[in-house]
């Protein structure tokens, strides 16, 4: 079975840094990719497509346009850790921040597409002064 832990969300002040983990077990597969998506409270997941993921096999990422320059992702294929810095954070980036890992996916320049997902419960991020 699948386990995905996410930990490492708070509260950040506008213009603050944060480091997100995601840590995967049980994976009995061999291509997968691990990516991270968010829900705002009270909305829709805006990027359907994630914010960010990674290729297992060779480390090949995406970013969606809303986080390009600011997040970054990197893998721990060791420890099947995945980790996600948040910097120059903004109040609109509050959300619930969840990792998944992917099955049967394609790595796309502006998406993240799986036909399975594996996910964690999340972890809050919260930015405000």
């Known amino acids: 079975e699948v386990q995905v832990v996410e930990s490492g969300g708070g509260l950040v002040q506008p213009g603050g840094s944060l480091e997100l983990s995601c840590a995967a077990s049980?994976?009995?597969?061999?291509?997968?990719?691990i990516g991270w998506f968010r829900r705002a409270p009270g909305k829709e997941r805006e990027e359907p497509q994630g914010?960010?993921?990674?290729?297992?096999?060779?480390?090949?990422?995406m970013y969606t346009d809303s986080v390009k320059g600011r997040f970054t992702i990197a893998s721990d294929g060791a420890k099947n850790t995945v980790y996600m810095r948040l910097n120059s954070l903004k109040p609109e980036d509050t959300a619930v921040y969840y990792c998944?890992?992917?099955?049967?996916?394609?790595?796309?320049?502006?998406?993240?597409?799986?036909?399975?997902?594996?996910w964690g419960n999340g972890t809050l991020v919260t930015v405000s002064s």
């Open positions: 998944a890992v992917l099955q049967d996916y394609a790595v796309e320049e502006y998406g993240c597409y799986y036909n399975t997902a594996y």
């Open positions: 049980g994976i009995t597969f061999d291509d997968y990719a």
């Open positions: 914010l960010s993921c990674i290729r297992s096999r060779d480390g090949r990422t």
